[in-house]
DNA sequence: TTCCGCATTTCAGTATACAGATTGAACCCA
DNA sequence: TGGGTTCAATCTGTATACTGAAATGCGGAA
């Protein structure tokens, strides 16, 4: 069913990661849970050796903890922690606004963020939006995020950035699937759209300090989002990724 | 010679790591040159599997960049690059001091970075600043900024700065031996120092701007040092870590 | 002399076997 | 009955052997 399509032609490594993310996101391998890697090689069907590397990498991709005594655990987060991840990726999304606008970008390499751009803003015109509008806005928005973060030009924040979106819920579009259920959904879109075009205009006219903060207060909508989803419970289940929140606030 | 001191009672990947790491930083492995894993099993007196992993390991520290058809290499940085980790390390401690000052600390808490200023000020009150006690600056500046992290009590911010300072020229004292070469020495360190003060004094009264303001200027006194020192040649010896700048700029 | 193809060699990916360590339980002694 | 000690089972860390793929070099043909 979830199964991934390229199943063959991928290394056996791969294959275990994925099979192991998808475990620890679905939330059937709960929080702070121990994971042998005898118990990872039964799930995945492959041998230790690359089922190790999988733990290795899921590891510092921030999903597993490693355990003093050898072993890993699935890494458990508190809302603050998730909280504080979508500041991260608002402040170093606005670093690379900043860089883009302060360095100056052609007008070529601002095309394929203005055609994302004009995409959206098709989707949200309709009011009632639709479930499969959402589902495109996510990709849409996903890419507008790529795009904007690749205009910084500077690999060691691409890089930073990617890693801090790799979890799930601190990515650009972790919680806007949830966001459709509530009713201030098109409210939300229409002021997202709102800052990715008004970010799009600071870089084009070099302003900085506009652009970094933009990017900042845009990151904190996926804040909102998440403590109306929380607040609303019921809709959780479109969030997957919450398998993860530690039982303190959850459950 | 440089030797580890704890060369016993550390596990084989541990070892392996360290020996790589240390051959790259001093350059005894060139940028951009592929290190297979047979050499590092020469190098590294290992065998294979915790090689493997070391590799692993240096390559999300940031050291290492995979080959699509499998292996590792070197990984080069230009100028811009260190630059701009330096900047990106400044935006993430400028994150953390914020953090700090907006959700306030216990006087507890700051007595021991209260107590690390202190000692940082009795070091810069004499005028030629001593070779040592420049070394006694770089430990007590790395503390002093571990200190301030682990204040902003968010742990993926912490994990994020750490991740980042782990490239040696993008740690807090990557430049601070190389600029105990230059005739600005003191003054610069004079005006770390009280980019530092200034910083408790903000958290201490809840200003998060203020605090994060100066966290980033002060980063970019590292980015100062830095090009003092490769205009000045010659004192490069001091900086072992640019070994990774790429042939374009350097040598 | 140059280009194409084949063979050889080397290397990464994987599986598995072995050893040391740690954890958990059970039994014995106080 | 409770605590301590010992033994057993399990797991991680490590080494190594095997396999398939990729790169390189050599030889032949045009």
Known sequence: MTEPVADRAMSQTVRAQLALRDMILSGRLRASERISELQAVEITGVSRTPVRLALVRLEDEGLLQAIPSGGFMVKAFSERDILDSIELR???????ARFAAERGVSARSLEPL???????????????????????????????????????GSAPV??????????????????????????????????????????????????????????????????????????????????????????????
């Open 114 to 152: 203005k055609e994302c751009l004009g995409e959206i803003d098709r989707l949200v015109r309709q009011d009632p939006v639709s479930e499969e509008a959402f589902s495109s806005y996510v990709t849409l928005n996903a890419r507008f995020h790529a795009l904007l973060t690749e205009l910084s």
């Open 158 to 251: 691409i890089r930073q950035i990617d890693r801090v979106a790799a979890l799930p819920f601190a990515s650009p579009s972790g919680f806007v699937m949830a966001q459709s259920a509530l009713p201030e959904a098109h409210q939300i879109l229409l002021i997202a759209q709102d800052h990715h075009r008004i970010v799009v205009d600071a870089i084009e006219n070099r302003e900085g300090g506009r652009a970094e903060a933009v990017m900042r207060e845009h990151a904190r909508l996926a804040a909102r989002n998440l403590r109306l989803a929380l607040r609303n419970r019921g809709h959780l289940d479109l969030l997957p990724a919450l398998a993860l929140l530690s039982s303190t606030t959850a459950n």
């Open 90 to 96: 608002g402040t170093l999304e606005g670093l690379a």
